[in-house]
């Protein structure tokens, strides 16, 4: 049980969302799963890319994210910033594909709150959540 979700590590989340970015990018689903409390929330836009909605527990939330990461293609994420407020703590970066012949960059902020070493909550803000969605909408 944690300790208490509702007072967020700012400086911990910083170091966890870094390190759970570096674990995607590498492929690596045990260790981002490890930085993510069981019962997380992860907040993300859209409608038809397949981590749209609100994903509730850490096997939900690898779930709709193994989706994207086992798309044909290359798939790199640059990160651009590191944010940190009081309570709260974030990365503005890019997430590029190729795939099809097409390729999609998408600036994305990642917000979240974390709690001893793991991720409690996350929200997700594309900035054309429609160009995301377009992009990993199902090709026949």
Known sequence: MVKDMTTPDTANAIDVLVQTMTA?????????????????????????????????????????????????????????????????????????????????EARICLIATASNGQLTEAWEHIYDPNAFDAFYWPRQ
């Open 24 to 104: 995607f990018q590498n492929g690596d689903v045990d260790a981002a799963g490890a930085l993510m409390h069981p019962d997380i929330r992860w907040h993300s836009p859209g409608r038809s890319q397949p981590a749209a909605g609100t994903h509730v527990g850490r096997g939900n939330v690898l779930s709709a994210f193994g989706i994207i990461a086992s798309q044909p293609g290359t798939l790199g994420l640059e990160l651009l910033d590191i944010l940190a407020g009081q309570h709260h703590a974030g990365l503005l970066y890019i997430h590029r594909r190729e795939r099809h012949g097409t390729t999609l």
